[in-house]
């Protein structure tokens, strides 16, 4: 079955980067866009980006730009999300999703999220 | 950028019907995703482009949208039904776009 498994809980101060891991299985890592969505304690999902894994292109949202940086290693099925110059509002879950859409047909504004991984916990503190 | 809002709970008693919305500005003219986030876990898919469902989603769970509101519907609620509720669009203007969120309750 598809499974995305995520990499374990990160504490980082204030000014630190992190890199999350995101490893697929059960289907062609390279087939579909890979999304990355954030949650902050108690509060909503808020959606940073995605990669293609094919070709490596990406496309964040405007908050996130010249903070983030996602990469994938397409000989371990794997996406990263690194986020630079943490401060302690970017303390959340992080998580990668699927997205519906085979990359060979192209982008498409109506497609979704599925499977999502089990989150990664950053917790941003001095 | 675009906003999508959601009431911030809805209580339902057992065997009866939840009804979630989600307003946007003519969100009727674009696809609709709803996810179900159970405390500590991770989100998952529940209805996808309006009113389609994965499969292993029962169907009690459905979905519509027309003008400026989506709604998903929950037919004879369970108490696994319990959940935190999310609505998705994309939007030209800023990407991905979730609604706040809903807290279904189950009395």
């Known amino acids: 079955q598809v499974q995305l498994v995520q990499s374990g809980a990160e504490m980082k101060k204030p000014g630190d980067s992190v890199k999350v891991s995101c490893k697929a299985s059960?289907?062609?890592?390279?087939?579909?866009?890979m999304h990355w969505v954030r949650q902050a304690p108690g509060q909503g999902l808020e959606w940073m980006g995605w990669?293609?894994?094919?070709?490596?292109?990406?496309n964040y949202a405007q908050k996130f730009q010249g903070r983030v940086t996602m990469t994938r290693d397409t000989s371990i099925s794997t996406a990263y999300m690194e986020l630079s110059r943490l401060k302690s509002d970017d303390t959340a879950v992080y998580y990668c999703?699927?997205?519906?859409?085979?990359?060979?047909?192209?982008?498409?504004?109506?497609?979704?999220?599925?499977?999502w991984g089990q989150g990664t916990l950053v917790t941003v503190s001095s | 950028s675009y906003v999508l809002t959601q009431p911030p709970s809805v209580s339902v008693a057992p065997g009866k019907t939840a009804r979630i919305t989600c307003g946007g500005d003519?969100?009727?003219?674009?696809?609709v995703h709803w996810y179900q986030q159970k405390p500590g876990q991770a989100p998952v898919l529940v209805i996808y482009s309006d009113y389609d469902r994965p499969s292993g989603i029962p169907e009690r769970f459905s979905g519509s949208n027309s003008g400026n509101t989506a709604t998903l519907t929950i037919s004879r609620v369970e108490a696994g039904d319990e959940a935190d509720y999310y609505c998705?669009?994309?939007?030209?203007?800023?990407?991905?776009?979730f609604g706040t969120g809903t807290k279904v309750t189950v009395l």
């Open positions: 003519n969100i009727g003219s674009k696809s």
């Open positions: 999703a699927r997205d519906s859409s085979l990359v060979g047909l192209g982008f498409s504004p109506s497609n979704w999220f599925d499977p």
């Open positions: 059960g289907y062609t890592f390279t087939g579909n866009y």
């Open positions: 998705q669009v994309w939007d030209s203007s800023g990407g991905y776009v």
């Open positions: 990669i293609n894994p094919d070709s490596g292109d990406t």
